[in-house]
């Protein structure tokens, strides 16, 4: 299984960033994918997921109408569009894969993935 996170960067207030999730090594359509975070200083925190075999997805209240999951089943790739950026997004993102379907409770714990990608950084800031 191999998870490859890439899009981040600087990003100003307000602005936005795409970051993408390719992944290989597995059966897409039974598995979840999700976003993670971690800023300096605090713990992992979950932000999104989607379910390959029917695209449902589920956010984290800091997130929520702000930023978008969705997958490509062709590339084999999840997309986490965040629009509105705000300081406090300024994280490592990382994306994760679980055979457990996607809701608020596998992005309430990090503990329900199985693998993990090396992160991508992103900083919001003027």
């Known amino acids: 299984v191999q998870l490859v996170e890439s899009g981040g960067g600087l990003a100003q207030p307000g602005g936005s960033l795409r970051l993408s999730c390719a992944a290989s090594?597995?059966?897409?359509?039974?598995?979840?994918i999700g976003w993670f975070r971690q800023a300096p200083g605090k713990e992992r925190e979950g932000v999104s997921c989607?379910?390959?075999?029917?695209?449902?997805?589920a956010y984290a209240d800091s997130v929520k109408g702000r930023f978008a999951i969705s997958s490509d089943s062709v590339r084999n790739t999840v997309y986490l569009q965040m629009n509105s950026l705000k300081p406090e997004d300024t994280a490592v993102y990382y994306c994760?894969?679980?055979?457990?379907?996607?809701?608020?409770?596998?992005?309430?714990?990090?503990?329900?993935?199985?693998?993990w990608g090396k992160g991508t950084l992103v900083t919001v800031s003027s």
């Open positions: 090594g597995f059966t897409f359509h039974e598995h979840t």
């Open positions: 994760a894969t679980t055979f457990v379907p996607c809701d608020r409770y596998v992005i309430s714990s990090s503990s329900a993935m199985d693998y």
């Open positions: 989607i379910n390959f075999s029917d695209s449902d997805t």
